[in-house]
């Protein structure tokens, strides 16, 4: 059997199929794999279902683009560089997209669940909440609910049947096709390693039938076999590796570089009509490729996103305040 | 104890955090949100209760951020953390019981404090589709204790949410929907809830019998009749036990010098 994982980001792209269901890792703004998500815009990919445990820059991008038919999450928004997402609210309203919304704690737990190979979990969350209006069944309205990879039912509710401790909700392991992951180093087989808060990616990668894992750098296996403790994800779990620096920009990587604050308020500004997003894709995304953006992104500016190796983030005050 | 600012020594942001800051106990354990919910937390770091232990939702457990992190899953979480890990960990950590206090915010509230940050008008045709519930009802459902920071305008302070995000004192019961007693549907899980609102007018609690939110403290220059008006409920005035205390200036030291220097979440007071 073939060890060799190694892929290009165009060949990333295309493994995610139209009407793929993908998750990510990372979290709001830090560590998505952007590189891959601007080259799905640039293959039109469609009629996505994207399943997260929130949402994020990302998202704001290929839902903007028209890729996504289905998004199933909590959370949308660029942190304080955009309030809510904006491309999400205008496809909400336009009824272009299907939301299914979950809170942060079940999407989690739903992923823990798909990771340990079981069909639902079991949490005490959010009792009470519209979330669990059974009128707010977004999938089951649509007549999506076919007990395969959507689950039959958004929720169940049960009585604890071991001690006595009352009302439980049941929630559907969250199945999904493809884990696209952007993380620090990859080993040539596949092993992990993340720096920092790890997020959910242990959970996202463990459920996800492929896993594409695109790091900063791709390191001799040996070099993260000498430390095993220190790895996040198993070699076997990941089915595809690249290489791809600054695949992250504009989120941010812990270790590496920050959020380019400035690149997501002008996208979150100038997203929040059609038009605007449009000309941002044709400024940022088509007719480029990675290293055109790293290009025309400069040196200057990556160089003052640049984390301070000991501290692991761009302190301010080398560069002034904000 | 140091000396309280005069009106014109501080701003809104400023009174905010400080009245935030002051519902932490020392050697609790805190679930820190982005933006000024993280400031209020450092403040009482800083002052009052040096013990009290910080969650960032993103994984960050008992974290000590010497630079102010601009979201729970910035790089600067975990300088100083006893443990950088994942969502899995601190929601888990939370569902066990181990948080004191959540602070969250809101675009709107009712008067049992269930709070909207999912959409408003109508779920099923929005008017304008907000952010979501992020960790705010999984917070709330977790802690002893949540504190809300909101704008006070009165189209926020409605008789009913257009979407409970995030259960108050008094929940919809489904599939029905009837409200009932969070305590009623919450059961062994019960640990509390809302315990204030602090708004840009005054901070509210909550009768946990009836369930009902009261005007407990009003802010300077603002009266309870004003601030009654400024609700679409009929807002209980009786308890009133007069001014949110204003910030001290060792408060406004910490906060502008120490904790956010570059304005990132709460601005300077420009003064003459």
């Excluded at chain 1, 704001?60 to 998004?71: K, P």
């Excluded at chain 1, 809510?84 to 942060?104: P, Q, T, W």
């Excluded at chain 1, 604890?160 to 080993?187: E, N, R, T, Y």
Aim: aromatic share 10%; proline share 5%.
């Amino acid at each position: 059997m073939s060890t060799d994982k190694r892929i290009t980001l165009q060949h990333a792209a295309e493994i995610i199929k139209d009407g793929s269901s993908l998750t990510f890792s990372g979290f709001t703004i830090w560590r998505r794999p952007m590189a891959i998500v601007f080259e799905l815009i640039r293959q039109h990919r469609t009629q996505l279902h994207l399943i997260e445990v929130q949402g994020g820059s990302h998202t704001e991008f290929l839902v903007g683009a028209g890729c996504v038919d289905i998004w199933e999450s909590c959370w949308v928004g660029h942190e304080l560089y955009g309030k809510y997402g904006a491309n999400l609210s205008r496809k909400v309203a336009e009824k272009k997209i299907i939301v299914e919304d979950y809170s942060h704690a079940e999407m989690m737990f739903r992923f823990a669940a798909a990771a340990s190979g079981a069909p639902y979990a079991v949490t005490q969350t959010a009792l009470g909440t519209d979330i669990h209006n059974p009128e707010y069944d977004m999938l089951g309205r649509a007549g999506l609910r076919d007990g395969k990879r959507i689950a039959k039912h958004k929720y169940q509710f049960t009585e604890d049947p071991f001690f006595g401790a009352g009302s439980q909700v049941l929630i559907p392991a969250a199945k999904v096709d493809i884990a696209v992951m952007c993380v620090q180093q990859v080993g040539e087989e596949g092993t992990v390693r993340v720096n920092g808060q790890y997020y959910s990616d242990p959970e996202v990668a463990r459920a996800a039938d492929i896993t594409i894992v695109m790091a900063e750098e791709i390191v001799p296996e040996e070099y993260l076999r000498r430390n095993a403790d220190q790895n996040t994800i198993v070699s076997f779990e990941v089915d595809h590796i690249l290489e791809c620096p600054y695949g992250a920009h504009p989120t941010g990587m812990f270790g590496r570089y920050d959020v380019d604050g400035s690149f997501l308020k002008e996208f979150y500004g100038r997203s929040r009509t059609q038009e605007g997003f449009d000309d941002f894709a044709n400024e940022w995304i088509h007719g480029q490729n990675h290293m055109s953006y790293l290009e025309k992104l400069g040196w200057p500016r990556m160089l003052n996103l640049k984390a301070n190796s000991a501290m692991n983030y761009a302190p301010r005050e080398k560069k002034g305040g904000k | 104890m140091s000396e309280h600012a005069q009106p014109e020594q501080y701003g809104l942001a400023d009174l905010l955090c400080c009245a935030a800051s002051r519902e932490v106990g020392n050697n609790e354990i805190v679930f820190a949100g982005t933006g000024l919910p993280m400031v209020a937390i450092l403040l009482a770091q800083n002052t009052h209760a040096p013990n009290l232990k910080l969650i960032f939702e993103a994984g960050t457990l008992d974290g000590r951020p010497p630079e102010l992190p601009t979201s729970v899953g910035d790089a600067r979480c975990e300088m100083g953390a006893s443990r950088a890990s994942g969502l899995y960990d601190a929601f888990c950590i939370a569902q066990r019981g181990y948080v004191d206090l959540g602070y969250l915010g809101g675009a709107e509230v009712d008067q049992y404090g269930n709070v909207n940050t999912t959409c408003i008008g109508d779920y099923l045709d929005p008017e304008l589709r907000l952010t979501g519930s992020g960790g705010n009802p999984d917070i709330n459902s977790f802690a002893r204790r949540t504190v809300f920071i909101m704008v006070h305008e009165k189209r926020r302070f409605v008789e009913n949410v257009s979407y409970i995000t995030s259960p108050g004192w008094r929940v919809k019961k489904w599939p029905g929907g009837e409200f009932v007693h969070r305590r009623e549907l919450y059961g062994a899980a019960f640990r509390g809830g809302p315990s204030a609102v602090i708004s840009t007018a005054g901070v509210f609690r909550f009768d946990e019998v009836t369930g009902l939110m009261y005007l407990d403290t009003c802010h300077p220059g603002k009266t309870p009749a004003e601030i009654r008006d400024l609700c679409q409920f009929d807002l209980d005035i009786s308890r009133v036990k007069g001014e949110t205390v204003a910030p001290t200036l060792e408060e406004l030291r910490i906060i502008h010098e120490v904790l956010d220097p570059d304005e990132i979440f709460i601005p300077k007071v420009k003064t003459a």
